[in-house]
């Protein structure tokens, strides 16, 4: 059964071309290069620390809502909360300069 999902997957309609050989390589047919990896995975975990800034925002949110009143409560919620938007600016410009120095880099 896992062997006719392979195959069924591993060729396109009509052209032949076995997808799974061609692990590695771009959709051009050429190399996938070290600079399109790296880029990826930096993509990724900047991506993945936008999010958890993201959460930490909303987990403020939450806090500030229930907090009652309390002055503690209420400091703590909001440093959660500027934590969070910090985060998530440092986030943003890291990928924004990563992608503009990988790109000027590799590219000239």
């Known amino acids: 059964m896992f062997e006719a999902i392979r195959t069924l997957a591993a060729t396109s309609t009509g052209t032949g071309k076995n997808y799974i050989d061609t692990v590695g ?15 990826t995975i930096i993509n990724v975990a900047l991506g993945v620390i936008g999010l958890i ?7 403020g949110g939450v806090q500030y ?5 309390d002055a503690a409560k209420v400091k ?4 959660t909360i500027l934590y969070g938007i910090i985060g998530l600016v440092v986030a943003l410009l890291a990928f924004a300069i ?5 790109g000027n880099v590799f590219n000239s």
């Open 53 to 59: 800034a993201v959460v930490m925002i909303i987990l």
């Open 65 to 69: 809502t229930t907090s009652s009143g």
């Open 25 to 39: 390589t771009a959709d051009n047919g050429g190399d996938r290069d070290l600079m399109t990896t790296i880029t």
């Open 98 to 102: 990563v992608n503009f120095v990988l």
């Open 76 to 79: 703590k919620a909001k440093d």
